[in-house]
T-cell receptor
């Protein structure tokens, strides 16, 4: 089934650990995004990609990095997790234009102790 | 860049009443205005969208209106039900824009 997937769904980790949040979509979409969202609050764009080998920083400064080696895969990495990184991370994808429907993944809820 | 303002931030209505959420945008180039609903613990999902060549669009109990001159658009929910309780986000974009610009969200509570 065409969808957008995120793993893990929940992650509790200690300060200083390196983590990678996975995001994959099976819809053949060119554009992919990462948002940071505290529950029920504003969506903050932290990274986006127009396609393979394209990555850009979003509006919210983030200490994370992303890569786009394959169309379907857009992982987000935190080299050294801190309690301030505790939040929900939502991945999204879109066909090609900013005016195409944007689909969200189920999210990863990250807690850094 | 585009700035989208959304009001109110919280809204409480009685079941069966109507709810209206309003958004304004700053960039006259914007031509796409989607609305997303996010239920507690779930992902945001598109519920309705409108493009700049249309002034109003309806889908059952949900409607969106667009006033390009005034640069504002609104979500109207009629005959509200408890399952309409959620956070609603408006957004704006244009064809060559890099991303959707989201409002800060409205938390809607429908009480029985």
């Amino acid at each position: 089934e065409a969808d957008i997937y995120q793993t893990p769904r929940y992650l509790v980790i200690g300060t200083g650990k390196k983590i990678t949040l996975e995001c994959s979509q099976t819809m053949g979409h060119d554009k992919m995004y990462w948002y940071q969202q505290d529950p029920g609050m504003e969506l903050h764009l932290i990274h986006y990609s127009y396609g393979v080998n394209s990555t850009e920083k979003g509006d919210l400064s983030s200490e994370s990095t992303v890569s786009r080696i394959r169309t379907e895969h857009f992982p987000l990495t935190l080299e050294s997790a801190r309690p301030s990184h505790t939040s929900q991370y939502l991945c999204a994808s879109q066909l090609g234009q900013a005016t195409d429907t944007q689909y969200f993944g189920p999210g990863t809820r990250l807690t850094v102790l | 860049g585009e700035n989208v303002e959304q009001h109110p931030s919280t809204l409480s209505v009685q079941e069966g009443d109507s709810a209206v959420i309003k958004c304004t945008y700053s960039d006259s180039a914007s031509n796409y205005f989607p609305w997303y609903k996010q239920e507690l613990g779930k992902r945001p999902q598109l519920i309705i969208d409108i493009r700049s060549n249309v002034g109003e669009k309806k889908d059952q109990r949900i409607a969106v209106t667009l006033n390009k001159t005034a640069k504002h658009f609104s979500l109207h929910i009629t005959e509200t039900q408890p399952e309409d309780s959620a956070v609603y986000f408006c957004a704006a974009s244009w064809n060559s824009g890099y991303a959707l610009n989201f409002g800060k969200g409205t938390s809607l509570l429908v009480t029985p």
